[in-house]
Antibody, heavy 126, light 107 residues
Framework: EVQLLESGGGLVQPGGSLRLSCAASGFTFRSYAMSWVRQAPGKGLEWVSAISGSGDSIYYADSVKGRFTMSRDNSKNTLYLQMNSLRDEDTAIYHC???????????????????WGQGTMVTVSS | DIQMTQSPSSLSASVGDRVTITCRASQGISNYLAWYQQKPGKVPKLLIYVTSTLQSGVPSRFSGSGSGTDFTLTISSLQPEDVATYYCQKYDSAPRTFGQGTKVEIK
């Protein structure tokens, strides 16, 4: 069974840092691009960041660029999101999500997210 | 960056009604468009990708259409279990922006 399990969320003061992890299982992790998507309480979905299977290509939303760093360790089947200089508006549930097909497939086929983790809550507050 | 705009923001319809949700991209995205369903307290579920291809296990009452900048999600006969918020998403390139969501309720 394909599973994604996030951890690392919690309460942090504005300006602080957190590192989120996403443990993947049930698929060939290194062959899939992955993303982080967040959802503020009562709000819609916001794409945060994406990383290629090798980790060579990484993309960020403007709202987190320069503050967040996405990475992966394919030997541990784990995805990371290092979050620095946190702001109140970063408060959200953070989900990791898997592209629906591996990188041998065309982007139009693989680029949607078929598996989502349950998420980890990040609260930024003084 | 390309913006994704959904309409309406919410709707209320009767069981059995045909429901249509629209998603408009501020620039052309070819057919790199997905739809997700999120029920209260649950994670989003992929319904449709490549504009009109149903993800495995999704009921056939769901369908998608469009190309370029204008896309629609149609529920041919609304069922009680379809109460949810629906999101479109572009994935032609980063950022993989979502629409703001459409909340569907039963009248």
């Amino acid at each position: 069974e394909v599973q994604l399990l996030e951890s690392g969320g919690g309460l942090v003061q504005p300006g602080g840092s957190l590192r989120l992890s996403c443990a993947a299982s049930g698929f060939t992790f290194r062959s899939y691009a992955m993303s982080w998507v967040r959802q503020a309480p009562g709000k819609g979905l916001e794409w945060v960041s994406a990383i290629s299977g090798s980790g060579d290509s990484i993309y960020y939303a403007d709202s987190v660029k320069g503050r967040f760093t996405m990475s992966r360790d394919n030997s541990k089947n784990t995805l990371y999101l290092q979050m620095n200089s946190l702001r109140d508006e970063d408060t959200a549930i953070y989900h990791c999500a898997k592209d629906r097909a591996d990188e041998s497939q065309h982007l139009v086929i693989r680029g949607a997210f078929d598996i989502w983790g349950q998420g980890t809550m990040v609260t930024v507050s003084s | 960056d390309i913006q994704m705009t959904q309409s309406p923001s919410s709707l209320s319809a009767s069981v059995g009604d045909r429901v249509t949700i629209t998603c408009r991209a501020s620039q052309g995205i070819s057919n790199y468009l997905a739809w997700y369903q999120q029920k209260p307290g649950k994670v989003p579920k992929l319904l449709i990708y490549v504009t009109s291809t149903l993800q495995s296990g999704v009921p056939s009452r769901f369908s998608g259409s469009g190309s370029g900048t204008d896309f629609t999600l149609t529920i041919s006969s609304l069922q009680p279990e379809d109460v949810a918020t629906y999101y479109c998403q572009k994935y032609d390139s980063a950022p993989r922006t979502f629409g703001q969501g459409t909340k569907v309720e039963i009248k």
